[in-house]
């Protein structure tokens, strides 16, 4: 059974950089079919979309979260990491990897538990 | 502002149908698939359907989705108390060439 196991820092500085890593179990990361992606939701709030890496080798992020974000995997951890730069209070949330199921788009078939991330000085 | 507009909030009793709406644009929910999720209290979201109307292997056949021109729809009929939760529509938006969610619908079972 595939499992996604969030991690991180749980506090992060404003102006900082927010470094989450997704431990991927029960298979492998590399694959020719799937993709993944990583979405947070701020307390209270509803889900955004951050960016998602296919297995094209493509990635594709939020246009509000571009400037700041990079989606990658290191196959030889069986990992996919997400970088956020430049962190404020508003990056407080809830963040979740995922699995995409073949769909470019929001097809989101397995998910981890989820990682709270504090931004704040 | 969510570029997929939900009601915030929907309600119904036990053994009612109950339908949460969806709306976009020709950019997503017209030109793409459909996707519903549901977000127990605590937990992580659960996919409940995929492309506009099929359901996952253990998702009950009381949940059922449409679609129509910019607008969507997740039907629960039989509503039962275990159902109530924040259910969310996503889809992919090609002018933004990225998901989008809605913003999300707290159901009530009274």
């Known amino acids: 059974q595939l499992q996604l196991q969030e991690s991180g820092p749980g506090l992060v500085k404003p102006s900082e950089t927010l470094p989450l890593t997704c431990t991927v179990s029960?298979?492998?990361?590399?694959?020719?079919?799937?993709?993944w992606g990583w979405i947070r939701q701020p307390p209270g709030k509803g889900l955004e979309w951050i960016g998602s890496l296919y297995y094209t080798g493509k990635t594709y992020y939020n246009p509000s979260l571009k400037s700041r974000v990079t989606v990658s995997v290191d196959t030889s951890k069986n990992q996919l990491s997400l970088k956020l730069t430049s962190v404020t209070a508003a990056d407080t949330a809830v963040y979740y990897c995922?699995?995409?199921?073949?769909?470019?788009?929001?097809?989101?078939?397995?998910w981890g538990q989820g990682s709270l991330v504090t931004v704040s000085s | 502002q969510s570029v997929l507009t939900q009601p915030p909030s929907a309600s119904g009793t036990p053994g009612q149908r109950v339908t949460i709406s969806c709306s976009g644009s020709?950019?997503?929910?017209?030109?793409?698939?459909v996707y519903w999720y549901q977000q127990l209290p605590g937990t992580a979201p659960k996919l409940l359907i995929y492309?506009?109307?099929q359901r996952p292997s253990g998702v009950p056949d009381r949940f059922s989705g449409s679609k129509s021109g910019t607008s969507a729809s997740l039907a629960i009929s039989g509503l039962r108390s275990e159902d109530e939760a924040d259910y969310y529509c996503?889809?992919?938006?090609?002018?933004?060439?990225?998901?989008?969610f809605g913003g999300g619908t707290k159901l009530t079972v009274l």
């Open positions: 492309r506009n109307n």
């Open positions: 996503a889809a992919w938006d090609d002018s933004l060439i990225g998901s989008v």
């Open positions: 029960g298979g492998s990361i590399r694959s020719s079919v799937y993709s």
């Open positions: 995922a699995r995409h199921e073949g769909d470019l788009g929001p097809y989101f078939g397995y």
């Open positions: 020709d950019s997503n929910i017209r030109s793409n698939y």
